[in-house]
């Protein structure tokens, strides 16, 4: 299943889990199994749309799972806390607390409203007041603030951003609320009101936040992204896990974004041709590497290019007639010489993605030519992908984009 956790101990897995406090069938999780299989969603959003499932039921096994996973609660404990969610309408919180249990990593943990309160963001009373509508709707207390105006959208991005960091010890509490009061005064980024007093330096080499990527490739709005990151902080999950959780992002996505990310951290990619390159990836389900080939995205020397007619024609795939009449209606564009090969029926859209690849691998020095025709060649005979003739041929390739042959 989708849902298993990949870890050295055992993890109990979502369907399990619902099953066993009752809150699905195992007819009910068969099915949604299956559909998640047809249809590449989660399958809490498949439990959800069938009806199975409540929001409020899935992200409460989904926090349970994860409290189990991190040792923070007992199985017995989740079940207990989780039936409790199905047969009251609680919140997991709520329900673990009637049966005695105190959070004691949360209870060290910088929360939101006091970092607000502190800062003077809002008041004590606001703060209370929205709490109470946060607990009446379910809503995170970010986004209440925000919808009630009684908190910028700009505020709540810096207040949240100063949590994370808090959390993974690059400030402390106190920089942070100081931080923060100087932000809203000045107007200017958390980040910006945290280097001007010394208290955090910006990493030098050029990175891209997870949330920034996605929302960058139109993959989900900013007020998401804040829903996302406030909904992570307080269960201490992950603000990819979250998306996938509430059926924002599918894992696939999730993984590629991730990849993509580090392609930004170390050179290969800037912040834009990653965020098209993952848009790509998404709305196309192609892979990482096909998107950056097509997009052209990778940098090279022009004068060490080796084009793409070149590797088609030494696969003995196309012939010299075939290369200039579509360079003819190509203007000498790599992309576009092939794009025009599959117009004119030469080569098929399988043989044109698996010389996309080829010619990367061979760009960056990860294949050599002799290798580039025989995999040709044989993708042509097997009618399989590059990556799978590579594979079969006995050929590991291991690139910057982590992906093996």
């Given at each position: 299943?989708a849902?298993?956790?990949?870890?050295?101990?055992?993890?109990?897995?979502?369907?399990e889990?619902?099953?066993?406090?009752?809150?699905?069938?195992?007819?009910?999780?068969?099915?949604?199994?299956?559909?998640?299989?047809?249809?590449?969603?989660?399958i809490?959003?498949?439990l959800?749309m069938?009806?199975f499932?409540?929001?409020?039921?899935?992200?409460?096994?989904?926090?349970a799972?994860s409290?189990?996973?991190?040792?923070?609660?007992?199985?017995?404990?989740?079940?207990?806390?989780?039936?409790?969610?199905?047969?009251?309408?609680?919140?997991?919180?709520?329900?673990?607390?009637?049966?005695?249990?105190?959070?004691?990593?949360?209870a060290?943990?910088?929360?939101?409203?006091?970092?607000?309160?502190?800062?003077?963001?809002?008041?004590?009373?606001?703060?209370?007041?929205?709490?109470?509508?946060?607990?009446?709707?379910?809503?995170?207390l970010?986004?209440?603030?925000?919808?009630?105006q009684?908190?910028?959208?700009?505020?709540?991005?810096?207040?949240?951003?100063?949590?994370?960091?808090?959390?993974?010890?690059?400030?402390?509490?106190?920089?942070?609320?100081?931080?923060?009061?100087s932000?809203?005064?000045?107007?200017?980024?958390?980040?910006?009101?945290?280097?001007?007093?010394g208290?955090?330096?910006?990493?030098?080499?050029?990175?891209?936040?997870?949330?920034?990527?996605?929302?960058?490739?139109?993959?989900?709005?900013?007020?998401?992204?804040?829903?996302?990151?406030?909904?992570?902080?307080?269960?201490?999950?992950?603000?990819?896990?979250?998306?996938?959780?509430?059926?924002?992002m599918?894992?696939?996505?999730?993984?590629?974004?991730?990849?993509?990310?580090?392609?930004?951290?170390d050179?290969?990619?800037?912040?834009?041709?990653?965020?098209?390159?993952?848009?790509?990836?998404?709305?196309?389900?192609?892979?990482?590497?096909?998107?950056?080939?097509?997009?052209?995205?990778?940098?090279?020397?022009?004068?060490?290019?080796?084009?793409?007619?070149e590797?088609?024609?030494?696969a003995?795939?196309?012939?010299?007639?075939?290369?200039?009449?579509?360079?003819?209606?190509?203007?000498?564009n790599?992309?576009?010489?092939g794009?025009?090969?599959?117009?004119?029926?030469?080569?098929?859209?399988?043989?044109?993605?698996?010389?996309?690849?080829?010619?990367?691998?061979?760009?960056?020095?990860?294949?050599?030519?002799?290798?580039?025709?025989?995999?040709?060649?044989?993708?042509?005979?097997?009618?399989?992908?590059?990556?799978?003739?590579?594979?079969?041929?006995?050929?590991?390739?291991?690139?910057?984009?982590?992906?093996?042959?």
């Open positions: 299943m849902e298993a956790i990949n870890n050295d101990q055992k993890v109990i897995r979502l369907g889990l619902l099953a066993q406090v009752g809150m699905v069938q195992p007819d009910e999780l068969t099915e949604a199994i299956q559909t998640s299989a047809d249809t590449g969603l989660p809490g959003r498949v959800i069938s009806g499932l409540t929001d409020q039921e899935l992200q409460a096994a989904v926090q799972q409290l189990i996973k991190d040792k923070i609660i007992e199985l017995d404990l989740a079940l207990a806390a989780l039936k409790k969610v199905s047969q009251e309408g609680v919140t997991l919180e709520q329900g673990l607390r009637t049966l005695g249990w105190v959070n004691k990593r949360a060290s943990t910088a929360k939101l409203g006091e970092f607000l309160v502190m800062a003077q963001l809002v008041t004590t009373e606001q703060l209370q007041e929205a709490l109470r509508t946060s607990q009446e709707t379910g809503l995170p970010g986004r209440i603030l925000v919808l009630t009684t908190l910028s959208d700009e505020l709540l991005t810096a207040a949240l951003t100063a949590q994370v960091l808090v959390r993974d010890n690059k400030i402390t509490k106190e920089e942070a609320i100081q931080g923060l009061t932000a809203r005064r000045r107007r200017v980024s958390i980040e910006v009101s945290l280097s001007d007093h208290f955090y330096k910006p990493p030098i080499r050029a990175s891209i936040k997870l949330g920034e990527l996605l929302v960058l490739a139109g993959l989900i709005n900013e007020s998401d992204l804040m829903t996302a990151l406030e909904l992570g902080l307080s269960r201490d999950v992950p603000v990819g896990q979250i998306l996938i959780q509430t059926g924002q599918t894992r696939a996505g999730l993984d590629a974004a991730l990849k993509l990310q580090e392609l930004v951290t050179g290969t990619l800037h912040a834009l041709q990653a965020a098209e390159a993952l848009r790509q990836v998404v709305l196309k389900n192609i892979s990482i590497a096909q998107s950056v080939a097509e997009l052209g995205l990778l940098k090279s020397d022009p004068s060490e290019t080796i084009r793409l007619g590797i088609l024609k030494a003995g795939v196309v012939t010299d007639e075939d290369i200039n009449r579509a360079i003819e209606l190509s203007i000498k790599s992309a576009l010489v794009k025009m090969l599959l117009v004119s029926g030469t080569i098929d859209e399988g043989m044109l993605h698996a010389a996309l690849r080829c010619q990367f691998l061979l760009r960056e020095g990860f294949l050599k030519m002799e290798q580039a025709v025989v995999a040709l060649n044989y993708c042509e005979k097997h009618h399989v992908l590059f990556d799978e003739a590579l594979n079969q041929l006995g050929w590991t390739v291991r690139t910057k984009l982590r992906q093996d042959g």
